[in-house]
């Protein structure tokens, strides 16, 4: 996990050239998932909580919930996003949305825990964030579940 993160790191110093205005999260709990001219996106490596599933359609799968922060430079805005990562049949579905302006005021603020799973569409930020759960999911000692 440790060599995954200097790699990505490394990567971000050489790579990003999002972050004109946007000050990337200096934090260690955020771990930089990739960029674009555009986008930038983080995951949040401390807050991510690990669950068995009991509901009919997802009984017994392996579940992750996880904080994503997005940096739109089109927009100069950001957002950060609760979503839940189904590793079992690599599903996700997001949670909750919080959009900041520039300055880090809150635009909007949705609860959105009625979406349905969708697949995780493969070359997507969605799929890098799946494999980090995965990866987190074995390697995370706070997970009591593996």
Request: a negative charge; proline letters at 2%.
């Amino acid at each position: 996990m440790k060599r995954i993160l200097v790699l990505a790191f490394i990567l971000q110093l050489l790579l990003t050239s999002v972050c004109m205005a946007f000050e990337a999260p200096m934090d260690k709990r955020w771990f930089w998932v990739g960029s674009t001219d555009e986008m930038g996106c983080w995951v949040d490596m401390e807050s991510m909580e690990y669950h068995i599933d009991d509901s009919y359609s997802h009984k017994g799968h392996k579940q992750v919930e996880v904080w994503t922060l997005f940096y739109n430079s089109t927009r100069d805005a950001s957002s950060k996003e609760r979503s839940t990562y189904d590793l079992t049949c690599k599903k996700y579905k997001l949670n909750t949305i919080i959009t900041y302006d520039k300055k880090g005021k809150i635009l909007d603020s949705q609860n959105i825990n009625y979406l349905e799973f969708q697949s995780v569409a493969p070359e997507t930020w969605a799929e890098a964030i799946c494999e980090i759960c995965k990866i987190a999911w074995e390697k995370d000692p706070r997970n009591d579940l593996r």
